[in-house]
């Protein structure tokens, strides 16, 4: 069974790659099938990709009427966008 072993590296890659829409894809499967625990590692890998992608302000921005909200809603908004 894949666990957080598997996906953090597969995770990792795509990101490296750019497939930003391939992680978004797969996390969202890992959630919504509990295909392994989303522990704090695979959070870490995410949030990282994703901030290093542009992604967690450009959205957060969207939500927040083009002001730049605070480092904790960064993160909560961008995973939010991510899994839904």
């Known amino acids: 069974m894949p666990d957080e072993a598997t ?3 597969l995770l990792k890659g795509l990101f490296r790659e750019n497939r930003i ?7 969202r499967k890992i959630v919504r099938e509990g ?3 989303v522990d704090n590692i695979i959070f870490g890998v995410v949030i990282d ?3 290093k992608a542009g992604i967690i302000l ?3 921005m969207e939500a927040n009427a083009g002001r730049i909200p605070m480092a904790k ?3 909560i908004c961008s995973l939010v966008s991510t899994v839904l």
């Open 73 to 75: 809603n960064l993160i």
């Open 21 to 27: 829409v391939e992680v978004q894809e797969l996390f």
């Open 49 to 51: 990709g994703l901030c």
């Open 7 to 9: 996906f953090s590296p």
């Open 58 to 60: 450009k959205k957060c």
């Open 35 to 37: 295909l392994c625990e």
